[in-house]
Every structure is written in structure tokens, then in C-alpha cells.
């Protein structure tokens, strides 16, 4: 098998030469949605009507509408979870930085 050389990068796949699929967050999952929404889509639209142009049309429309759920759904997610790790590793400095001093957030005051 050949080596990749240290100069060497790996390309990813790119989709229309603009969208790297490889190394954009949640692309890939939202492509393999669409791809399975359009088909059941599609399908069951014919199977309804016999209409191939009009299936068609609909299974493009379900891959654009599943494509762009999953992203914005993947994308909420991701930006969700970077907020909560930020808050918990602000909370870790903090709590490493007053640690034993009187700002000390879990030290009970003695006057109680």
C-alpha cells in the first residue's frame, strides 16, 4: 500500500467543488438525510399517484427540505453543546482560581 509523505494532506470529498464533505461539521449526515428523505419521498408519492415527472419533483423537494432540517438541527445541537462546555470549563477555571480564598463559591461561611 503506499504511505502518504508528511507533505502530503488528505483532500476530502467535495460536493459541487464548494461544500467539503468530509470536514464540515454535519455535512455528511445531512446529505445521507436528504438522500433517504427524497427516495421515500419520491417513492411514496409515486406509489400514490403514478406521476413520474410530479414524483419526481416532490423526492427533489424532499432532499432539499430533509437536507436543510438536518443541518440546521445538527448545526443547533453542535452550537448548543460548545455553549455548555465553555459555561463548564469557565466554571473549572474558576473554581481552580479561588479555591481555598474567601471568594470561594462552595466554602460555607462560618457565621451560620
Known amino acids: 500500500m503506499a504511505e502518504q509523505q508528511p507533505g502530503d494532506e488528505k483532500q476530502g470529498v467535495k ?55 438536518s443541518w440546521f438541527y445538527c448545526r443547533y445541537n453542535n452550537a448548543k453543546l460548545r455553549v455548555q462546555q465553555k459555561v463548564i470549563q469557565d466554571g473549572i477555571k474558576n473554581k481552580v482560581m479561588y479555591e481555598g480564598t474567601s471568594r470561594d463559591p462552595t466554602r460555607k461561611t462560618r457565621e451560620q
Open 15 to 69: 460536493l459541487l467543488g464548494i461544500l467539503d464533505v468530509e470536514n464540515t461539521p454535519c455535512a455528511r449526515d445531512a446529505l445521507l438525510h436528504g438522500a433517504g428523505g427524497s427516495v421515500i419521498a419520491g417513492l411514496v408519492h409515486f406509489l400514490a399517484t403514478s406521476r413520474v415527472k410530479r414524483s419526481f419533483d416532490v423526492g427533489m423537494a424532499g432532499f432539499m427540505l430533509t437536507t436543510l432540517g
